[in-house]
């Protein structure tokens, strides 16, 4: 049964840092493109970043992070990280991770629909 459970949301100022994990069981992350989503109220999830299965491959950002926030993953744990750096209050979300199988590119990774397995979700609350 594949698994993945996040974790490290909370609140923290506009300016801030936070540090996302995703730790997965019942998969190997070298077989998975790994995603976060996030997930505002009333607001459809959206794409924040993918990181290729291939060892120093591909990278996607959206542009609203692109620069602010880092995805990296530690085969040896089975986990995947989110480095979310310079928060904003618009960062504010249910952060979700995923994984996906199968080729990746800007659209297919950026896809919430592409996506085979999701965690439950971590909040994030950035106060202004």
């Known amino acids: 049964q594949v698994q993945l459970v996040e974790s490290g949301g909370g609140l923290v100022q506009a300016g801030g840092s936070l540090r996302l994990s995703c730790a997965a069981s019942?998969?190997?992350?070298?077989?998975?493109?790994m995603g976060w989503f996030r997930q505002a109220p009333g607001k459809e999830r959206e794409f924040v970043a993918v990181?290729?299965?291939?060892?120093?491959?591909?990278?996607y950002y959206s542009d609203s992070v692109k620069g602010r926030f880092v995805i990296s993953r530690d085969s040896a744990k089975n986990t995947v990280y989110l480095q979310m750096n310079v928060l904003k209050p618009e960062d504010t979300a249910l952060y979700y991770c995923?994984?996906?199988?199968?080729?990746?590119?800007?659209?297919?990774?950026?896809?919430?629909?592409?996506?085979?397995?999701w965690g439950q979700g971590t909040q994030v609350t950035v106060s202004s």
């Open positions: 995923a994984a996906k199988s199968g080729a990746l590119t800007y659209a297919t990774g950026s896809s919430r629909y592409a996506y085979d397995y």
């Open positions: 019942g998969l190997t992350l070298s077989s998975y493109h």
């Open positions: 990181n290729s299965r291939w060892s120093g491959g591909t990278t």
